[in-house]
């Protein structure tokens, strides 16, 4: 949505009523996730809120509940650009009901090493399918009349030392990979950017000339005429991030401009034509999400709240990816079962989003048991249905969890959860309340409060040694009916956002407890500055018998008709703030899959994980599917795969190893403060392709529950160098019992070649759906920039002469079609399109 000129006039007429003092007062946040308004000039407060896999609005409060998405990995894995565009709008109506006019979503960042800590909350390692994915996820939220937020621009994909890390990647490998899904955001409208935590090559983003070319000259670069905003605390200086193309400074009210800004532009050290340009941008995004002039209702209504839950019951088979189904074992049929053993934690503590700034708390959570089960009983109707036994398969986490409410009670009241209370430097109250959970993120904002207390009734479920936590910094205290069990001064370690305001450590100490009586459990805090305010109290059971709950497991499987077995990662192992140390599972999950599988040739196991983790026994089972963090519909969509309801129609949007020394391209860890891109344009499939080695499951893969025959494909014999777009056809027949639908991919590749290439990269993609032995036609877009490559010496984009391969097929490790195309010789090198999208 451009401005049109009466708009531009508009703005210039509402900035020159505001003293440079206004001015420079509206580019730092009014408070944590706030703008200040301007009465002056009809501007209201903006509130912001985090994504993308739900909208958490401004109070991080368990009480205030949200709808969660499927993980954008799991979104990505749809390769379903108005499935993405329905679940963007629903994410609007959201926020709107929660008061947000702007949505810090989608990220944009790219899974260069499995390793990546964020992974859950990227789409792809791939720049095109991210960038579809992206703008598709842009559309639906702005057409909600929300901004999207694309972010973190650039270069932000890897979670270790991310405030401080200086990435250095070459112009080409930025521009190819790393810069293309943020260029086709903007092309689509994109309302705002968050500029990132990160350098890039020797200057940190905030301060970047990236934030000027390309992204908002003119001419020579992309345009971009919206806002951008830093990353929480990513400007932390003053002249360098003023005089670049950074607009607005969050959160606050503190910060570098808000302390030194005036004075800057007073002493001529700031030009203030650079400020005006910054307000020009915040009045604009004001505008577009109706926060500026006469309020009114902005985009299209809001979506009837009873339809989000059957909108992300069908995201759920959409992106689910059945990697293997040997025999047939998948769909089940509900009517030949007698007995059905669900195994491990994540089937009833099913994952259902990534840790971090994107949580928000869900109203319901259907855990995978809890689905299956549901289908079993609409299955049977009057008739008997099958029987259907949980084990866990490992013993309880020993690490403290957040106390719950089915075994808590407030000791005021006596209603499941906690007491909070907020005591003055003296210990006397000033503020207490009822709370759901022992993690209280942010208490209420009281005048004086110096301590945050958390106290509950606990009443343990089993004899034994419990771990008891308390989570935060600073002075701390922990105690157990009226014994303190620790006290101490645990100083800040940290000045990353995430560990400090939403996951701090916990420091633990043993109680013995006894089952079914009940112990008040008191945590304290000291409310210091600069510590953050997240207070936890939490609590583990005794470690079990890990021979004996493997035991169980094994018996239930052997005595069923079909094991399902639920495996993935914890809170510990994917996060943001970190990332992982190992892709291997957790907790002794992989032991407990391969004794199911020997104890049940009919084994199906889900895999519930943000990004990739590895399969050391994928081999050893007959089905495997892979759930994602499928969000609060989980089980019943999951069930709606495992009997057959839905396709699962995930295809995998980054590559998976068996092992994690297999992987070419895994390091994350900055070496002297740097981590350099040495790998250049060839990460994913393309550096699996270029080492010549083999993965597990190639990007792009996914079976549904039929099969397909590659017939045929046409493409232009000849086709122009650059600037139009190729349509190739691929013809393909359903050859199984059922209809389906198939993801057809189209790589590139050339040999005979002066450029550093991959050896195929995806250049296109769409669906197609048919019946049982019927033919099918997609026809695959190749981008007008599919052919070229980003030329440092002469700064744009070129194609080389001659003739390149066409592959087609349903992976990057899976294509049985071949042709050519030949681009005719016009000089040295042809020039490539200039402001073309990627996706064009």
Not at 252 to 266: D, F, H, K, R, S
Not at 765 to 790: C, D, F, N
């Amino acid at each position: 949505m451009a401005e049109d000129e009466t708009e531009r006039d508009e703005t210039e007429r509402l900035l020159e009523k505001l003293d440079i003092g206004q001015k420079v007062r509206l580019l730092t946040g009014a408070s944590n996730w706030r703008t200040y308004g301007e009465p002056a000039v009809g501007l209201r407060p903006l509130t912001m809120s985090d994504g993308p896999a739900g909208v958490r609005g401004e109070a991080w409060d368990e009480r205030r509940t949200s709808l969660v998405l499927p993980s954008p990995t799991a979104l990505a894995a749809s390769w379903d650009g108005e499935l993405v565009q329905e679940l963007g709008g629903l994410l609007a109506a959201e926020a709107r009901r929660k008061g947000v006019q702007v949505l810090l979503a989608p990220t944009l960042n790219l899974h260069r090493s499995p390793l990546g800590g964020r992974h859950f909350e990227c789409f792809s390692e791939d720049p095109l399918l991210t960038a579809r994915t992206g703008v598709a996820f842009v559309t639906g939220v702005q057409e909600g009349g929300v901004a999207a937020t694309a972010k973190h621009f650039v270069a932000n994909d890897a979670e270790t030392d991310r405030l401080r890390v200086d990435v250095i990647v070459d112009e080409r490998t930025l521009r190819e990979l790393y810069l293309a899904p943020f260029e086709a955001a903007v092309d689509a409208g994109v309302w705002a950017v968050m500029s990132a935590y990160n350098k890039v090559n020797g200057v940190t983003m905030s301060a970047s000339e990236l934030l000027e070319r390309p992204l908002k000259e003119f001419g020579g670069g992309w345009g971009f005429d919206g806002l951008v905003v830093s990353d929480w605390g990513a400007v932390r200086s003053l002249l360098d991030t003023a005089r670049s193309g950074q607009d607005l400074a969050m959160p606050g009210p503190e910060g570098p401009w808000a302390a030194g800004l005036l004075g800057a532009v007073a002493s001529g050290l700031v030009d203030e034509a650079r400020i005006d340009d910054k307000v020009r941008r915040l009045l604009r995004l004001a505008r577009r999400v109706g926060a500026l002039g006469e309020p009114g209702p902005a985009g299209r209504p809001l979506a009837p709240a009873a339809d989000g839950p059957a909108l992300l019951r069908r995201a759920v088979p959409a992106g689910t990816v059945l990697l293997r189904n040997d025999g047939g074992v998948l769909p089940l049929d509900a009517a030949r079962l007698r007995r059905v053993a669900v195994v491990g934690p994540h089937a009833k503590a099913v994952r259902i989003q990534g840790g971090g700034s994107a949580e928000v708390f869900p109203s319901s959570v259907v855990t995978p048991l809890e689905g299956i089960e549901a289908a079993l009983r609409e299955a049977a109707g009057a008739g008997t249905r099958a029987e259907v036994t949980y084990t866990p398969g490992l013993p309880p986490y020993t690490r403290p969890r957040p106390l719950d409410p089915a075994w808590t009670r407030d000791p005021c009241d006596g209603r499941p959860g906690v007491l909070v209370r907020l005591l003055d430097a003296e210990g006397a109250e000033l503020h207490s309340e009822h709370r759901l959970s022992g993690r209280i993120v942010e208490p209420a904002r009281v005048a004086g409060a110096a301590t945050v207390e958390i106290r509950a009734l606990v009443r343990p479920a089993e004899s034994g040694s419990w771990t008891l936590g308390v989570g935060g910094w600073g002075l701390m205290s922990l105690a157990v009916d009226g014994r303190t069990l620790l006290s101490g001064e645990f100083p800040l370690d940290s000045d990353d956002p995430t560990r400090v305001h939403v996951s701090p450590p916990y420091r633990c100490a043993e109680a013995e407890l006894t089952e079914g009586v009940e112990v008040e459990v008191v945590a304290r805090r000291r409310l210091d500055p600069g510590t953050g305010i997240a207070t936890l109290l939490a609590a583990a059971p005794p470690p079990g018998d890990a021979r004996a709950a493997l035991d169980a497991a094994v018996a239930a499987a052997r005595a069923a008709d079909v094991a399902v077995v639920v495996v993935g990662t914890t809170e510990e192992s994917e996060s943001e703030g970190r990332d992982r140390e190992s892709l291997a599972l957790p907790d002794g999950q992989d032991a407990l899959v391969r004794a199911v599988a020997r104890a049940n040739p009919r084994t199906v196991v889900l895999v519930n994980s943000g990004g990739p983790v590895a399969l050391p026994w994928h081999r050893d089972v007959p089905a495997l599917l892979l759930a994602w963090f499928p969000g609060q519909e989980a089980g019943h969509g999951l069930a709606d795969v495992l009997f057959g309801h839905a396709e699962p129609g995930g295809r995998l949007p980054t590559t998976w190893a068996v092992a994690q020394e297999d992987v070419p391209v895994l390091d994350t860890r900055p070496r002297g403060g740097r981590l350099p891109y040495e790998e250049g344009v060839h990460i994913g499939h393309r550096a699996w392709l270029r080492a010549g080695a083999e993965p597990a499951y190639w990007f792009g893969h996914g079976l549904g529950y039929t099969t397909w025959e590659y017939v045929g494909m046409e493409a232009p014999g000849t086709v122009p160098g650059s600037g139009v777009p190729v349509d190739v056809h691929v013809r393909l027949r359903n050859t199984g019992a059922r209809r389906g639908r198939e993801v057809v991919q189209v790589y590139l590749a050339r040999t005979d070649t002066a450029v550093d290439r991959p050896v195929r990269a995806l250049a296109g993609y769409a669906a197609v759906e048919a019946g049982p032995g019927e033919e099918s036609v997609a026809t695959v877009r190749l981008a007008a920039r599919a052919l070229s490559h980003w030329s440092t010496e002469r700064g744009r984009w070129e194609t080389e002469p001659g003739t390149f391969t066409l592959l087609a097929g349903s992976s990057a490790g899976e294509l049985p079609l071949r042709t050519t195309v030949t681009v005719p010789a016009t000089g040295p090198l042809s020039a490539g399109p200039s402001m073309e999208s990627a996706l064009r």
